[in-house]
């Protein structure tokens, strides 16, 4: 590990953040001299941001804890183009109302992490200056700054055309629009610094060039390590779907849940890239093991749901989970969905209840998961496929409680 001099790049050194640098001892040193003001770009694709965003999201929250000035950057403008990085195929069109839609939601969520109100942080959006291009201008003023010959070797794009998969002319220009997003943030707001992942070091490195080319000044670059499970899996996505960061899209519970079910090998590493807990502490949780490792898991959900969702709400969450397994308990916190009253006076078929609760992904799914034993109906085990749920199921506080497994419960609620 690289003995920095900087709080900022100690802080993520020591916290697992850090992949490459372009320049590490140059930007130490700009780091220590005085604040420096750095950026990440986040393009609107959905109406949220999921988990695999966090990583990106606490980097900046310590450059702004380590005296530093970050620079959220709202893609309102790349969006519109999609960053093929990687990508197998182009990502859908979206038009200026979606976009504009989407970034509503994704701006709520970095208030919880950032200080936009007291000046220490920027939201700043790239449609302010590329939706006004004028292109014959922009191709050359910048465009005449970049190879094709170069262009065509970064992976990002030899794996693409190494597959044999189209890359049309619109995705090819988004490096070049990140790049200038770059030098546009350095003539405003004096920013040096570019950070994100690691498919983006090219995309990044060509953003330094142009700095170099344009306004003969010197960027840096920072990429942290695209993280899987040790299981591999893709982190921020479930066999269920992503798992969002805004609550109206998945409840604080479901969210605490997810990382409650944390790997074992994953919990140091994720209490240092996703948790404010002092490396201290976390190298005692870190050290638990056997069944005790379960507690380590409960304080990281716990932890991490309260940056997002709030400290009222990860406790809340963490109590709910405690009387379920525990207890045996229904708790109201529970994920609920609604059925008609009169659908459940006919009855309803558990396999259709199932999925309706997204407990399953289709009736075939949940009839495995009655053969394996694993779908019970208030905390009894069903047997039959062809159980069918009724008014008589309902238990004192009005619901029927789903569960599949012991892990995964949804209250159905009569209206």
Same mark, same amino acid.
């Given at each position: 590990?690289?003995?920095?001099?900087?709080?900022?790049?100690?802080?993520?050194?020591?916290?697992?953040?850090?992949?490459?640098?372009?320049?590490?001892?140059?930007?130490?040193?700009?780091?220590?001299?005085?604040?420096?003001?750095?950026?990440?770009?986040f393009?609107?694709?959905?109406?949220?941001?999921h988990?695999?965003s966090?990583?990106?999201?606490?980097?900046?929250?310590?450059?702004?804890?380590?005296?530093?000035?970050?620079?959220?950057?709202?893609?309102?403008?790349?969006?519109?183009?999609?960053?093929?990085?990687?990508?197998?195929?182009?990502?859908?069109?979206?038009?200026?109302?979606d976009?504009?839609?989407n970034?509503?939601?994704?701006?709520?969520?970095?208030?919880?992490? %950032? !200080?936009?109100?007291g000046?220490r $942080?920027?939201?700043?959006? +790239?449609?302010?200056? #590329?939706?006004?291009?004028?292109? *014959? /201008?922009?191709?050359?003023?910048?465009?005449?700054?970049?190879?094709?010959?170069?262009?065509?070797?970064?992976?990002?794009?030899?794996?693409? %055309? !190494?597959?044999?998969?189209s890359? $049309?002319?619109?995705?090819? +220009?988004?490096?070049? #629009?990140?790049?200038?997003d770059? *030098? /546009?943030?350095?003539?405003?707001?004096?920013?040096?610094?570019?950070?994100?992942?690691?498919?983006?070091?090219?995309?990044?490195?060509?953003?330094? !060039?142009?700095?170099?080319?344009?306004e003969?000044?010197?960027?840096?670059?920072?990429t942290?390590?695209?993280?899987?499970?040790?299981?591999?899996?893709?982190?921020?996505?479930?066999?269920?779907g992503?798992?969002?960061?805004?609550?109206?899209?998945?409840?604080?519970?479901?969210?605490?849940?997810?990382?409650?079910?944390?790997?074992?090998?994953?919990?140091?590493r994720?209490?240092?890239?996703?948790?404010?807990?002092p490396?201290?502490?976390?190298?005692?949780?870190?050290?638990?093991?056997?069944?005790?490792?379960?507690?380590?898991?409960?304080?990281l959900?716990?932890?991490?749901t309260?940056l997002?969702?709030?400290?009222?709400?990860?406790?809340?969450?963490?109590?709910?989970?405690?009387?379920?397994?525990?207890?045996?308990?229904?708790?109201?916190?529970?994920?609920?969905?609604?059925?008609?009253?009169?659908?459940?006076a006919?009855?309803?078929?558990v396999?259709?209840?199932?999925?309706?609760?997204?407990?399953?992904?289709?009736?075939?799914?949940?009839?495995?998961?009655?053969?394996?034993?694993?779908?019970?109906v208030?905390?009894?085990?069903?047997?039959?496929?062809?159980?069918?749920?009724?008014?008589?199921?309902?238990?004192?506080?009005?619901t029927?409680?789903?569960?599949?497994?012991?892990?995964?419960?949804?209250?159905?609620?009569?209206?």
């Amino acid at each position: 590990m690289t003995a920095f001099k900087s709080d900022f790049l100690r802080v993520l050194s020591e916290r697992g953040f850090v992949h490459q640098i372009s320049d590490a001892e140059g930007l130490d040193a700009a780091c220590v001299a005085g604040p420096i003001t750095a950026y990440i770009g986040f393009d609107a694709t959905a109406p949220s941001l999921h988990a695999g965003s966090l990583i990106q999201i606490m980097m900046l929250h310590w450059l702004q804890e380590t005296g530093h000035r970050p620079i959220a950057l709202m893609g309102g403008g790349t969006t519109m183009i999609g960053d093929p990085s990687f990508k197998d195929e182009a990502r859908k069109l979206l038009t200026v109302e979606d976009i504009d839609a989407n970034l509503a939601g994704i701006k709520r969520v970095f208030a919880k992490f %950032l !200080d936009f109100d007291g000046g220490r $942080s920027i939201m700043a959006n +790239n449609a302010d200056w #590329l939706r006004s291009l004028n292109y *014959v /201008e922009f191709l050359r003023d910048v465009g005449r700054h970049f190879s094709v010959n170069r262009m065509l070797s970064f992976d990002s794009v030899k794996l693409r %055309l !190494d597959r044999e998969q189209s890359l $049309s002319f619109l995705e090819f +220009n988004y490096m070049i #629009l990140q790049a200038y997003d770059f *030098v /546009e943030l350095y003539r405003r707001h004096g920013c040096i610094l570019q950070m994100g992942g690691s498919d983006q070091w090219g995309n990044i490195v060509n953003g330094i !060039d142009l700095g170099h080319r344009m306004e003969d000044a010197q960027f840096y670059c920072l990429t942290t390590p695209l993280l899987t499970t040790s299981s591999g899996a893709k982190m921020g996505k479930t066999a269920s779907g992503a798992v969002w960061l805004e609550p109206d899209l998945l409840a604080p519970y479901d969210y605490w849940q997810y990382w409650r079910n944390t790997e074992d090998a994953d919990v140091g590493r994720f209490l240092k890239l996703y948790t404010k807990l002092p490396m201290t502490e976390i190298a005692r949780l870190e050290a638990l093991g056997g069944a005790e490792i379960n507690d380590a898991k409960k304080i990281l959900a716990t932890e991490i749901t309260s940056l997002v969702h709030g400290r009222p709400a990860a406790e809340a969450a963490a109590e709910t989970a405690r009387k379920t397994f525990e207890e045996g308990a229904h708790a109201a916190d529970l994920p609920s969905i609604e059925v008609p009253r009169g659908e459940l006076a006919e009855g309803l078929g558990v396999l259709a209840a199932f999925v309706r609760a997204g407990l399953a992904a289709s009736n075939g799914e949940a009839r495995r998961l009655v053969t394996g034993g694993a779908v019970k109906v208030n905390d009894l085990a069903v047997a039959d496929e062809k159980r069918r749920l009724s008014l008589d199921d309902l238990t004192a506080d009005g619901t029927i409680k789903l569960s599949s497994g012991k892990k995964k419960h949804v209250l159905l609620k009569p209206v």
